[in-house]
Structure formats: structure tokens, C-alpha cells
T-cell receptor, first 113, second 110 residues
Framework: GENVEQHPSTLSVQEGDSAVIKCTYS??????FPWYKQELGKGPQLIID???NVGEKKDQRIAVTLNKTAKHFSLHITETQPEDSAVYFC????????????WGAGTKLIIKP | NAGVTQTPKFQVLKTGQSMTLQCAQD?????MSWYRQDPGMGLRLIHY???????DQGEVPNGYNVSRSTTEDFPLRLLSAAPSQTSVYFC?????????FGEGSRLTVL
């Protein structure tokens, strides 16, 4: 079955700097890769996703890149702000599997003022 | 819309007790699911439902039961709680591939 590994488990960056979180997956048939942000005491919320027919997707300060050959994808946050502090989860699935996601273990992002 | 509502937010049980975690959504989504979240392990799928009257097992179903009598409600039942079930439980509905999570229920089993 699918396995998703996420690194690092904790990431501390200075406010205004960029942050990069990386995930690798094992099932070459996976074709949907979302990223969720979880703030303290809340449920995760989708922030961006990418499908296997594209290599990069951007939405303002966040972007996701996908390398299908190497089976890894990354989340990039530029110009980090205090409100970016949260736990970020990557996930992978096949779109024809009722979106049964396999999740990474999460990355705690700390933005230092 | 309230979205996905979970109750209770906190619960302490003794080993062997039973309880039901409630989940309701007002978005008319067909697909609903239950996850547990444990430190360093991400989210693991317990059970899911693709519509009223249809449920199926996820990755970690043992010790949990579900039912889906209506589109809106998807309760999770613990029949005989064990300390290994201490966790934070999230209910989610899905539309267009996006999961809409509740705020979670923190369960402690002593």
C-alpha cells in the first residue's frame, strides 16, 4: 500500500524567510497530493493541492511542486508571517479511490519574530 | 452553514466503558469519514461512508463501529474503550476531493 514520509518534523524559520516541507510517496499510481494546515485546537484545512498532470501550482505565497519520477512533492511558503505557524500535513491518494488519503506525519512550522 | 460539528470536544472514559462520538454536517456531502490523530503518526482513517446506509472500514477499524442512517449524521461508537484508543478524533466530510474537518474530539481512556 501507499506510504507517505514527511520531513522535517519541526521547522523553525525567521519571519519573512521561506519555508520548505518535503514529502515522498511510494505508490506510483497516486495522482492527487493535497496539503493541509492545522492550527492549534482546530481540524486540518486544505490550503493547496496538486494533481499529477501538472508539476507546479501557486497560490499567492504558497506553492507546491511535484516530481512524479522521483515520487516526491514539496510545499513552499515564501515571506513567512506569524499566522503561518501551524502543523502542515501532506497526503497522497488515487482520485479513483474515493480520495482515501494516506497522510504524512506532519511538520510543525514555527515562525520566529 | 455550521460545516462539520463534533460532540463532545473532550471526554474521559474508564477502560471498558462505551461511548459515541457524534458528527453532523449540513453541507449535504455524501462522503464522510472518521480519523484518529496521534503524535508523530499523522491522520489514520478509521471508517468511512460513501452515502446513507453504506459504511466501510479504513486503516484502523478495530474497536470502533459506525452507522450512517442519514446523510447528515455519522456517529462513531467505541464499544469497550481501551487505553490505546486515547487520541484526538476528527470527523470529515468530502466534496470534490477536499476534506472538511470538524474541530475534533479529544478522548482519554484511563
Amino acid at each position: 500500500g501507499e506510504n507517505v514520509e514527511q520531513h522535517p518534523s519541526t521547522l523553525s524559520v525567521q519571519e519573512g524567510d521561506s519555508a520548505v516541507i518535503k514529502c515522498t510517496y511510494s505508490d506510483s499510481a497516486s495522482n492527487y497530493f493535497p496539503w493541509y494546515k492545522q492550527e492549534l485546537g482546530k481540524g486540518p484545512q486544505l490550503i493547496i493541492d496538486i494533481r499529477s498532470n501538472v508539476g507546479e501550482k501557486k497560490d499567492q505565497r504558497i506553492a507546491v511542486t511535484l516530481n512524479k519520477t522521483a515520487k516526491h512533492f514539496s510545499l513552499h511558503i515564501t515571506e513567512t508571517q506569524p499566522e503561518d505557524s501551524a502543523v502542515y500535513f501532506c497526503a497522497a491518494s488515487r482520485m479513483d479511490s474515493n480520495y482515501q488519503l494516506i497522510w504524512g506525519a506532519g511538520t510543525k512550522l514555527i515562525i520566529k519574530p | 452553514n455550521a460545516g462539520v460539528t463534533q460532540t463532545p470536544k473532550f471526554q474521559v472514559l474508564k477502560t471498558g466503558q462505551s461511548m459515541t462520538l457524534q458528527c453532523a454536517q449540513d453541507m449535504n456531502h455524501e462522503y464522510m469519514s472518521w480519523y484518529r490523530q496521534d503524535p508523530g503518526m499523522g491522520l489514520r482513517l478509521i471508517h468511512y461512508s460513501v452515502g446513507a446506509g453504506i459504511t466501510d472500514q479504513g486503516e484502523v477499524p478495530n474497536g470502533y463501529n459506525v452507522s450512517r442512517s442519514t446523510t447528515e449524521d455519522f456517529p462513531l461508537r467505541l464499544l469497550s474503550a481501551a487505553p490505546s484508543q486515547t487520541s484526538v478524533y476528527f470527523c470529515a466530510s468530502i466534496f470534490g476531493g477536499e476534506l472538511f474537518f470538524g474541530e475534533g474530539s479529544r478522548l482519554t481512556v484511563l
